[in-house]
């Protein structure tokens, strides 16, 4: 019963892991434009879809397999910043001071191109993601277990929320970005260019969305297909929220609590229902801290 | 443009209205005539979603609440139809059957006003927990309201316990049934046929010129104002001495309640509901057609809810023949760039009008006064 | 605002001209008399359209391509061979394909949009909850539908009829009610005792699994648990972890092959010794392409004869792939080529390319498919027909049994 127990928190802590790494995607973007990038999901696939392509390549000219993820990894960073950059500089900076929906629906229209790209280029099948990551199961007692690319997804998810956390809060761009997020006018008169930290924003935000759609590929039964990306973006989205949208820990906090509720909830009360616990979770949690679990009170006039 | 669009508003002038009417009367047989029967279930389909357009209107374009899951009073409708128009309830309870063995069988003038109660009880339930949340808290949870409505209807469908039949869906729902008369038989005059489509053309056009209409006086009426008064500013709008709770649940409940008639409407034209068509990606598309349209603006909205569902089914009728013209041969998949193009024409629509296609022709005058107040980046 | 609109309008235009030159003229001539198929005549030689409903847009598009696919193939062959003919006039088949998304909102336009453009019958489509609400449009034109892959029983048993009477709804494969009990007779005759009975909650899988879980409670085996994922789930672990304590020695599945993949690999990380088994969604080579290794063992079932036992099926995989370039044989094109010909077979005994001759004619069909003999029950089910039980070793499926 114990060894149930603690199967489950694992389980849970790693799936929240990935969603920590996607939500700290959309919260960044929102923390500074206060939009909700609902093409995150969509970046994070293509991502995964580059670093299948450049693995399988790569690991069929025989090259070691820690080498093909360091150079998948790579590319994958590659391709989603320069599509990050391109997809801010063309459907969201024109639209700074729209009215606040108008950002959402392009947004949506950038996802469906995103998809539609994506069935061109690789086709419409699931297609199988190497194993770039060994998937032993080391006993940790009893039946407990952890795979070593659990571990990594975990470590992973801490390293960047920590990176990005002094990014923020030590460095001269993370002040610029701060800064940003407060006022873009005013910023522009500080000698601050609001442009380029919005751009380095989104790269940055779409780096991370890279390498978390590796280890979501990996860890999601080994296989990447175009409509992938949806699922774990909706959930990030709940994660954002759940933690106090635009806010760094929070979304890593509310990433573990959706994981956590989610793996609890089909483990001990019904399977059925796993998705209706996410949100129940999110309405019970917003209806006692409207700001979510670590979101300050803002007065936002949304 | 603004003054052509004007020239063409009904209240303008009394021909343009009779001119309108006359179009919308004929508008079945016109797009028989240029394309089949096709374009006549996708103008029925249409005026649907108008009516569902003009709902979610209510609650974010008059009152500025973002909602995601608009399309569960949609289901909620849709269902309840399903359940008093079939023989499903009798097939599976006892008592349903011991009450009515050949199954319920409601008309019409039972199934609107109590579709439009259910659902309207739905927006009620939906708001109050959640009156306090603002902006994108309150979108989610209205996004996951929408998603744990159509889990329940997938799930509900245990043999023990059969309310829904689960994914399977509820199949042969009658007909709306106007005086007796099904509206799945075709009438025939002077050896034209019209055929179920038409008839359900005509009854859809009166349930959303009813909607349109109601919007309008909503629009004019102290609730409405209200309403604006809310979207603007919540604060100023409470301290005008409007009571935000009750005003905000009312537009919940009053979207609630177009969405659960289109709901209806939709089940009893299909003849078979089933969860898959109450899906997430639907409320967006419905937010598209508002947002697109441009909010709180009803011919603007009424436009946008023709444009989004009238843009993909025009794309399935052209992207072939356009690319046979073109290239010759069937170069990129049809369906594939017909998605694609539907992605195009969002981004550039918002691009080139930020407050949709047809936005209140007010805030366009006073265009920097309100982007400045709405568009001030709110930190977090 | 203004001035940037005009820079829109040019595109328009464009995009409008080259929209409305095409269609009208092209559906003039069905329009005039939608309820008459567009057998146009030219000589001695008819055209004869059959019209092909799958999802091709959407997430499931693969599998829609592939139905269309063994459509066409069929269609190609029957045209090269250039012998059919009816009433003395030679035949050429065009398939028109339409893509309803897999969505139940566009099957009845879909439906109306083959029926306007003079299709005698269709194949499809591919989702149950698709082929259900369009079957009310084609049996209201008085057409014959035959399902490549619609499992829902409802589809036949609460299906239309034409307006002369006849059945509308036929499908050549095998329902939930017959392919479920196979499989779990099956793992039965393995010695099953602790069963987990897992689904995707849609009306393939969630029927399916309702069966297997049916037939083995019938047979005195343990169903230790009955869970639910949905059918874009690919992490299992948390339904897994539950099950593990409960040792099964067999898991069903009830689901596709995408999401049986990280299943089957789930179990193999967390250390459950329980043999997965599925049925036709899940038994295909994508399968055992996404999940390598871990798909070793699995069981599953196919309806029909294993195309390699076929004579024809082997021939039908190269030209599918010949056809196809780039494409491979996903689940039910096999089925979707079969359908076809069931229709042809109609006309042929019928001898009419008439939309209700073929509907009365479609009982009598018996024609030596590719998975096996296809002949209708009155309900439009395909009559018994066998049921191949296939075992993954080695990286290929493997016939394990064959029930008749």
């Known amino acids: ?302 | ?380 | 605002m203004q001035t940037k609109l005009f820079k829109l309008l040019p595109l328009m235009a464009a995009v409008t001209l080259a929209a409305c030159s095409k269609p009208e003229e092209k559906k003039a001539a069905p329009a005039a008399d939608a309820a008459k198929p567009a057998a146009a005549a030219a000589g001695d030689s008819i055209v004869v359209k059959i019209g092909s409903g799958a999802p091709k847009s959407g997430e499931i598009a693969h599998l829609g391509k592939d139905n269309e696919n063994g459509a066409q193939l069929a269609v190609n062959e029957i045209n090269a061979k250039g012998d059919l003919k009816i009433g003395g006039k030679k035949v050429t088949l065009e398939l028109v394909g339409e893509d309803d998304a897999g969505d139940p909102k566009q099957g009845p336009v879909v439906a109306q949009k083959l029926v306007d453009a003079g299709a005698v019958a269709v194949v499809g489509h591919l989702n149950s909850g698709v082929s259900i609400p369009a079957n009310k449009v084609y049996a209201d034109a008085g057409m014959v539908q035959v399902s490549p892959s619609s499992t829902n029983p409802d589809y036949t048993l609460k299906g239309n009829k034409t307006p002369k009477g006849s059945v509308s709804s036929y499908r050549v494969v095998a329902t939930d009610a017959k392919q479920g009990p196979s499989v779990a007779k099956f793992i039965m005759e393995k010695g099953a005792k602790n069963v987990v009975v897992l689904d995707d909650a849609t009306q393939y899988g969630k029927g399916l699994a309702d069966q297997v879980e049916k037939t083995l409670k019938d047979g005195k085996v343990n169903v230790v648990a009955r869970e639910a994922a949905t059918d874009k789930t690919t992490d299992f672990k948390a339904i897994l972890t539950k099950v593990k304590a409960m040792n099964p020695d067999y898991i069903f599945w009830g689901g596709m092959d995408a999401t049986a993949a990280p299943l089957v690999k789930q179990m193999k990380e967390l250390g459950l010794k329980a043999t997965l088994a599925s049925a036709d969604g899940a038994c295909t080579e994508k399968l055992i392409e996404l999940a390598g290794d871990a798909a070793e063992g699995v069981i599953c079932s196919v309806a029909g004869f294993p195309l390699e036992k076929m004579a024809k099926g082997k021939e039908f995989v190269a030209n599918y792939e010949k056809a196809f370039s780039g494409q491979k044989v996903q689940i039910y094109s096999p089925f979707a080529y079969d359908a076809v010909y069931a229709i042809v077979d109609a006309m042929k005994k019928a001898d009419s390319a008439d939309r209700e001759a073929i509907a009365a004619a479609m009982p009598k069909v018996s024609i030596d498919g590719l998975i096996g003999k296809i002949e209708f029950e009155p309900t439009g089910d395909i009559k018994g027909g066998a049921i191949t039980i296939y075992n993954i070793g080695a990286k290929k499926l493997n016939v394990a049994t064959i029930i008749q």
């Not at chain 1, 959706?258 to 616990?277: P, R």
């Open chain 1, 1 to 302: 019963m114990l060894e149930t127990l603690v199967q489950t928190l694992i389980n849970g802590i790693v799936v929240g892991s990935i969603y920590a790494m996607v939500a700290l995607g959309y919260t960044m973007v929102y923390g500074i434009l206060g939009i909700i990038n609902f093409a995150h999901g969509e970046v994070m696939m293509i991502g995964a879809m580059v670093a299948m392509t450049v693995a399988t390549l790569l690991l069929k000219a025989g090259l070691p397999v820690l080498l093909v993820l360091i150079l998948a990894a790579i590319a994958a960073m590659v391709v989603c910043m320069i599509l990050s950059y391109t997809i801010e500089k063309v459907a969201y900076r024109p639209l700074r001071n729209a009215p606040k929906l108008a950002p959402l629906i392009t947004a949506i229209g950038v996802s469906f191109l995103l998809q539609s790209i994506a069935q061109l280029v690789w086709g419409l099948e699931h297609f199988p993601f190497p194993e770039l990551l060994p998937s032993k199961r080391i006993i940790l007692f009893g039946d407990v277990g952890i795979t070593m690319r659990e571990i990594v997804i975990v470590i992973v998810s801490l390293i960047m929320m920590t990176g990005l956390l002094t990014l923020v809060n030590k460095t001269k761009l993370g002040r610029a970005m701060r800064a940003t997020s407060e006022n873009v006018g005013v910023t522009g008169l500080m000698g601050v260019n609001p442009n380029k930290v919005i751009s380095a924003t989104f790269m940055i935000g779409a780096a991370l969305a890279a390498i978390a759609g590796i280890l979501y590929a990996m860890n999601a039964g080994g296989k990447v297909h175009f409509f992938m990306g949806f699922m774990p973006g909706m959930k990030a989205f709940i994660a954002a929220v759940l933690g106090g949208i635009g806010n760094i820990p929070g979304a890593v906090v509310g990433g573990l609590a959706l994981g956590l509720a989610e793996a609890l909830g089909a483990g001990y009360i019904s399977s059925e229902y796993q998705d209706v616990f996410a949100f129940v979770v999110l309405v019970v949690v917003l209806i006692f801290r409207p700001s979510g679990l670590l979101g300050q009170r803002t007065a936002d006039r949304a």
């Open chain 2, 1 to 380: 443009m603004n003054k052509l669009l004007k020239k063409m508003d009904p209240k303008e002038s009394m021909i343009g209205f009779l001119i309108a009417l006359a179009l919308l009367l004929a508008m079945p047989f016109i797009a028989k005539a240029v394309g089949g029967t096709t374009w006549v279930r996708i103008v029925d389909m249409t005026l649907l979603y108008i009516m569902l357009a003009m709902g979610l209107n209510i609650v974010v374009g008059f009152a500025g609440l973002l909602d995601l899951g608009y399309i569960a009073f949609y289901a909620v409708g849709a269902y309840m139809v399903a359940l008093l128009s079939s023989s499903h309830l009798s097939d599976n309870f006892e008592w349903a059957k011991n009450a009515f063995p050949t199954g319920l069988h409601v008309p019409l003038w039972v199934i609107v006003p109590l579709g439009a109660a259910l659902a309207a009880l739905a927006g009620i339930m939906l708001g109050t927990p959640i009156l306090k949340l603002r902006g994108d808290y309150l979108a989610l949870v209205t996004l996951g309201f929408g998603e744990i409505i159509r889990i329940f209807m997938n799930n509900l469908g245990k043999n023990d316990f059969n309310l829904t039949n689960g994914p399977r869906g509820i199949n042969r729902i009658d007909p709306v049934t106007v005086f007796g008369y099904p509206l799945d038989k075709t009438i025939e005059i002077g050896g034209y046929k019209l055929t179920k489509e038409f008839l359900y053309y005509y009854l859809f056009l009166i349930l959303a010129a009813a909607t349109v209409f109601v919007c309008y006086r909503l629009q004019k009426s102290r609730l409405g104002r209200a309403w604006m008064a809310l979207r603007e500013d919540d604060i100023a709008a409470k301290a005008m001495g409007i009571n935000v709770r009750n005003i905000k649940l009312l537009a919940f409940s009053l979207g609630a309640t177009f969405g659960g008639i289109a709901g209806g409407m939709f089940a009893s034209f299909q003849g078979f509901v089933s969860p898959e068509s109450f899906t997430y990606m639907e409320s967006i598309v419905i937010l598209a057609m508002v947002v697109l349209g441009g909010m709180g603006h009803i011919p603007g909205v009424v436009l946008g809810a023709v444009i989004m569902y009238f843009l993909p089914e025009f794309l399935r009728f052209t992207v072939e023949p356009m690319q046979k013209a073109m290239f010759g041969k069937v170069l990129l998949d049809t369906a594939i760039l017909r998605q694609m193009l539907l992605g195009l024409a969002m981004i550039l629509i918002m691009l080139y009008r930020p407050k949709g296609l047809w936005p209140t022709p007010t805030r366009e005058d006073k265009k920097d006064v309100v982007s400045t107040d709405k568009t001030a980046n709110t930190p977090a």
